[in-house]
């Protein structure tokens, strides 16, 4: 009776992990993409882009100026809250402000593939209007903001709260669950730091409650050359903006 009663506990245990595991599969998009924020659009968007028959609708601050910069933000960030910062900090830049698939106006369904296409091509789209492009990449943001430089010839790359792999993030809040065979969406920048021969600067908050300061470190390691550093010490990993030490490090790193 001991080992039947047992045995049915275990396949009772067995059959609620699975079904975690799979609920966790199937969901995984829903944990990592957040664009319920971004869909009240405030600010009229005056710029858009077609890829594969989705239109992707943005904001150009500065245009005209000879020198561009691409910014890539948070999983569930308003990129258009950055318009007023952004325009001031880089007055000699004409900035690029377009929100993922799904996010803002912007139609489709986020995917890390189509996420790192539409950067390409929004690249492919400005750098013949401009000497250079810069780009920016905050936290997940981050992992897109890689791939584009290892991609093309950017001129300059700062990425905010950055990790080497969506993976291992993911293995530190659920190290019981195999989430390396289960994840698709694994933004793994380790893979491609090594492609990226631009100057590099990582911000990381020094309170950050979400991106372990390890992984950040990890990245740190793969890069060809050492990239440059900045800790923002009481910053968190959504208030990092707030603080002087985030503004003055980057205009700092792209102002010549």
Known sequence: ??????A?????AALLYGALCLSLYLGQRQLVYHPEAT??????PDFALTRDGVVLH???MNPGQRRALLYFGGNAERV??????????????TIYLLPYRGYGASEGVPTESALVADAVALFDRVAPQHASVAVIGRSLGSG???????QRPVERLVLVTPFDSLVRVAASYYPWVPVNALMRERFESWRHAAAIH???LLIRAGQDEIIPAERTAALAATFP?????QVVPDAGHNTIQDYADYRVSMTRFLTP
């Open 8 to 12: 049915v506990f275990v396949l009772l």
């Open 58 to 60: 943005g904001w150009v």
């Open 80 to 93: 258009e809250d950055a318009r007023t910062d952004l325009a001031s900090w880089f007055p000699d830049r």
């Open 144 to 150: 897109v903001a890689v791939q584009l430089g290892a």
């Open 225 to 229: 050359q050492a990239p440059a550093q």
């Open 198 to 200: 631009a100057p590099v």
């Open 39 to 44: 869909w009240l659009v405030k600010q009229r």
């Open 1 to 6: 009776m001991f080992l039947r009663v047992t």
